[in-house]
């Protein structure tokens, strides 16, 4: 069984940056891909991006070159980056992790799920 617990979200301008956090535990963190998703209030939920166990990576097409996902595996922690913040953006974002190799793609890859951290992002 694996715990993630998601922080770093909050309220910024438009053109801000935010980094999130997710600290796993509960199981051996680099046996498993990481990713974060994202939901907003009356939309479906939306990959943002994924990372595998070595580091291979996933962006969905609207955060490319905006966002940046990493990992430490020393901390057993997952980060995303997140610069140059549109309104759109807005939405909690939640930790997942795979038991895949390679990074997911597609959100029924992922096996467990964080509580959420909220980003709100004003114009």
């Known amino acids: 069984q694996v715990q993630l617990v998601e922080s770093g979200g909050g309220l910024v301008q438009a053109g801000g940056s935010l980094r999130l956090s997710c600290v796993a535990s509960?199981?051996?963190?680099?046996?498993?891909?990481m990713g974060w998703y994202r939901q907003a209030p009356g939309k479906e939920r939306e990959l943002v991006a994924s990372?595998?166990?070595?580091?291979?990576?996933y962006y969905v097409d609207s955060v490319k070159g905006r966002f940046s996902i990493s990992r430490d595996n020393a901390k057993n922690t997952l980060y995303l980056q997140m610069n140059r913040l549109k309104p759109e953006d807005t939405a909690m974002y939640y930790c997942?992790?795979?038991?895949?190799?390679?990074?997911?793609?597609?959100?029924?890859?992922?096996?467990?799920w964080g509580q959420g951290t909220q980003v709100t992002v004003s114009s």
């Open positions: 997942a992790a795979s038991k895949l190799r390679r990074a997911p793609t597609m959100m029924n890859e992922f096996d467990y």
């Open positions: 990372i595998s166990r070595l580091g291979s990576k």
């Open positions: 509960g199981s051996i963190f680099s046996d498993n891909a």
